[in-house]
């Protein structure tokens, strides 16, 4: 028998998931419905709603197709896809509907995350963002059971943040306290990697008072994220964080976009130049990261000094252009700048894995 095509699949699933369920589920209305996620890949969302849910979790269904064109069995897969939305039904009991739309309840339960904005064009038209440089980021509000691995998170769209009644600088300002209760942490690599072998908790520079003395030309590596290790990576744009990170390494420093949830640190006292870390970041994560982890091949450089964080390769070449005496024409400079407000990610000052959910 011919293997299905993808849309047969999804299809199939959709006739015959009902037969998976149990009679609580009799009546849902079954959605199938692309959606845009993290770098703009578009998958094929999975949604199984009854008449008095607002808030159902997204099943994507990628993974399960590619398990039924290995040779895995249709009826199996289907019965699988049924289990996740019971799953979920299970920690989906905590979700407060009418809690979420309480700002005051939700605000504690906000988590910033950090994408790039060039590589989210289409992603962030649909959701409140405020650009950081190469970045955009988002907001999410943590649902279920904060303490366990399976809470899911809704992101923060224009319409939500309306229901709230409040500007994006107030949601910004919010989300940041919160992440606070997440204990930002500055991690030596090699300590870090030795605790994760041995169930310890490494040290955490942040706050130390005292920098590292650290060796000319030797590649030292240390890991800016938060205690959990989930989505982290939002920190390297927070200018307390990075001035304290200043102060551990007794100096500037070029970021390293490692994943969504966490930056590697490099002091500017190492060998290698930007451009040089910067290749190395793109065969890593071309190799390596996750489709769904991966941030950014973009490195940055915070300067101590100004403490400003900016694109270490611009930073490169704008020094070598002043170093030859070059400047550019003012068409130069208007068509940069042009180009810069092009790339801007749209700003609304007004109107491991996790369950995404779907609000409707």
Request: proline residues 5%; hydrophobic residues 40%; glycine residues 6%.
């Amino acid at each position: 028998m011919a293997k299905l095509t993808k849309e047969q699949f999804c299809e199939y699933i959709k006739d015959h998931i009902q037969e998976y369920l149990p009679p609580s589920f009799d009546g849902a209305q079954i959605t199938i419905q692309e959606v845009t996620k993290a770098n703009d890949v578009v998958l094929t969302g999975f949604t199984i709603r009854r008449e008095d849910e607002q808030i159902v979790p997204n099943i994507y269904l990628e993974q399960f197709f590619d398990r039924y064109r290995d040779g895995e069995p249709i009826d199996k897969i289907v019965g699988d896809i049924a289990d996740v939305r019971i799953d979920a039904e299970i920690s989906g009991k905590t979700i407060d509907v009418d809690g979420l739309l309480n700002y005051d309840s939700i605000k504690d339960r906000l988590q910033i995350r950090l994408c790039d904005a060039e590589q989210n064009r289409e992603r962030l038209k649909g959701l409140v963002s405020l650009p950081v440089g190469d970045f955009a980021k988002t907001f999410h509000v943590c649902v279920g059971d904060m303490s366990a691995d399976s809470y899911g998170t809704i992101a923060v769209t224009p319409s939500l943040m309306n229901s709230w009644g409040i500007s994006a600088e107030k949601l910004n300002a919010d989300a940041l306290a919160a992440e606070d209760s997440r204990k930002p942490a500055l991690y030596h690599l090699p300590d870090m990697m030795d605790h994760m072998m041995s169930g310890g908790e490494p040290r955490n520079l942040l706050g130390n008072a005292f920098p590292i003395i650290n060796e000319e030309n030797q590649m030292n590596l240390f890991c800016l994220t938060t205690k959990d290790k989930t989505f982290g990576a939002s920190l390297m744009v927070r200018d307390d964080i990075l001035a304290q990170a200043a102060t551990a390494l007794g100096g500037s420093f070029f970021v390293l976009p490692s994943s969504v949830h966490e930056v590697l640190i490099v002091p500017e006292a190492n060998p290698m130049t930007a451009a040089e870390l910067s290749q190395m970041v793109h065969e890593i994560n071309s190799s390596v990261v996750s489709t769904d982890d991966f941030l950014s091949d973009k490195v940055q450089f915070y300067d101590s000094d100004t403490r400003v964080l900016e694109n270490a390769m611009q930073r490169e070449a704008a020094k070598e252009m002043e170093h030859s005496g070059k400047r550019p024409s003012l068409t130069e400079q208007l068509a940069k700048k042009t180009e810069e407000a092009r790339n801007k990610p749209m700003k609304l000052d007004s109107p491991r894995p996790r369950n995404e959910f779907a609000l409707g």
